[in-house]
């Protein structure tokens, strides 16, 4: 709104690809949340439990929402509160990696509580790589510290001689070969 108006002059095409760019380059950024599901029942058993908890915690470390949904059939459809103990357990066994983003409801026959991550995703996969790049960087260490044990223990001595060939030791002594 100056006085005396001002343009400016430029190449549209140029400016339509910077645009471009830029857009492409908030699209990489940005995060999208994914949700997971669980799916559990009732009468669980212990070692089952731990395996879907462990399921749970990988989804929830990767930066992920998580979904769990307790399946109740027959009798059990009259005893919800099993599964909201069981809902609540878990809720407790994973509270330092993320937080009940909604409270367990029952929801016809299943009863449904969604889990959400206290890390960003885009933070969940910054760490990941650098854990990722250091264990890459142990085991080429291992690896170094092997070479190097071999390659001592082969310049400290004379290598082993092979052992002499003869007969096979499994074929039976009385029949001549």
């Known amino acids: 709104m100056a006085r005396p108006p001002v343009c400016k002059l430029m190449d549209y095409g140029k400016f339509r690809y910077e645009t471009a760019q830029k857009a492409r380059e908030a699209r990489r950024n940005q995060s999208n949340v994914i949700i997971k599901e669980m799916k559990l029942r009732p009468k669980i058993d212990s070692h089952d439990y731990e395996t879907k908890k462990g399921h749970v915690v990988r989804f929830l470390k990767g930066g992920d929402k ?9 009798r059990e459809q009259h005893r919800p509160e099993l599964g909201f103990r069981l809902l609540q357990r878990l809720a407790d066994d994973v509270e330092e990696l993320g937080f009940v983003e ?16 206290h890390k960003k995703k885009a933070d969940a996969r910054v760490e990941a790589e650098a ?14 510290d092997e ?13 082993a001689q092979k052992k002499a060939r003869g007969r096979s030791e499994n074929l ?6």
Request: aromatic share 2%; net charge neutral; glycine share 6%.
């Open 66 to 74: 998580v979904k769990i949904t307790i399946m109740f059939r027959g």
């Open 102 to 117: 909604s409270s367990p409801k029952q929801d016809g026959r299943n009863m449904i509580m969604v889990l959400g991550p």
């Open 131 to 144: 854990e990722k790049a250091t264990r890459a960087a142990e085991r080429a260490e291992a690896v170094a």
């Open 147 to 159: 070479r190097a044990e071999r390659d001592a223990a082969h310049a400290a001595g004379p290598v």
């Open 172 to 177: 039976d002594p009385e029949i001549e070969a």
